[in-house]
């Protein structure tokens, strides 16, 4: 729900990617203490910090211009998906996590209507551009990447102080963008203080998958997640007026039953 809330501000900011860039602005002077009082991290918890860092920056851009072409309700389903998957077959590789049967599962429902569930959408009012597919599938493959980098990060580090570091980072990283032209500036005149709601939901979000990572496996966790699906199609109608298909609604149905599964495996 949290995660959903900054996404549908973002949705509804005129320059995407400078309104994500303000957000991220406000929990980086805390996340900087929580560094300092840290006294540093281990090396291998720095270079994920830094890696992730650069990850973020890029899936915040990616974001930006997906919302800029697509609706809500399918980016946010597509990136989900995308994410899912990624984050699960490097969890698996990598870090020889093994599902039981029944997490397995729901890890196929939820992923599996994940990504076939935007492919029904109709042409028409709802359709997708080319740039905004691009887009949308670069910014999965970004939030497999940071989650699992992530995860191997809190396992390092404590949780929240990693967190706090990214931050920091992320926002460095993404300046050369924003800054050029005045961006930013003329973001805050049209938004006022919305960037600080995206704020404070963006913490809590990530703050708790940070930590439910450092208690799961990864593969769990990227997929529960996927149940803020049901949420986006509903804040898609609500708030943007889109229309969902059929084919979308079919693919709810799965995705609860997935995380059911999960939650009982």
């Known amino acids: 729900m949290f995660h959903l809330g900054w996404n549908v501000l973002a949705k509804s900011a005129r320059d995407k990617i400078a309104f994500l860039w303000l957000a991220l602005l406000v929990p980086a002077p805390f996340g900087l203490a929580a560094a300092i009082a840290a006294g540093g991290f281990p090396p291998k918890a720095l270079a994920c910090v830094a890696a992730s860092s650069l990850v973020h920056a890029l899936y915040f851009w990616a974001l930006g211009k997906s919302y800029e072409d697509v609706d809500l309700s399918y980016v946010y389903p597509f990136t989900r998906g995308i994410g899912a998957v990624v984050a699960t077959a490097l969890g698996v590789a ?3 996590e093994r599902p039981a049967p029944l997490g397995w ?5 939820a992923l599996g209507a994940t990504l076939f569930e935007p492919l029904t959408q109709k042409r028409g009012r709802g359709s997708v551009e080319r740039r905004g597919i691009a887009m949308t599938a670069l910014t999965g493959v970004c939030i497999g990447s940071y989650l699992f980098i992530d995860k191997v990060g809190v ?4 949780p929240l102080v990693y967190l706090g570091a990214l931050f920091v980072g992320t ?17 805050l005149r049209h938004s006022r203080l919305r960037f600080v709601w995206s704020a404070l939901f963006m913490s809590e979000a990530y703050g708790m998958i940070v930590v439910a990572m450092k208690m799961s496996p990864i593969s769990y966790v990227v997929a529960a997640r996927a149940s803020g699906i049901v949420v986006s199609v509903l804040a898609g109608i609500l708030f943007f007026g889109e229309t969902v298909s059929t084919g979308r609604w079919r693919a709810i149905a799965a995705i609860t039953l997935g ?7």
């Open 94 to 96: 990598f870090l020889a």
């Open 155 to 158: 396992d390092s580090s404590r």
């Open 171 to 187: 926002p460095l990283c993404l300046a050369p963008v924003v800054l050029r032209g005045g961006r930013a500036a003329a973001e």
């Open 105 to 109: 599962a729901g890890i196929a429902l």
């Open 259 to 265: 995380v059911v599964c999960l939650s009982l495996a």
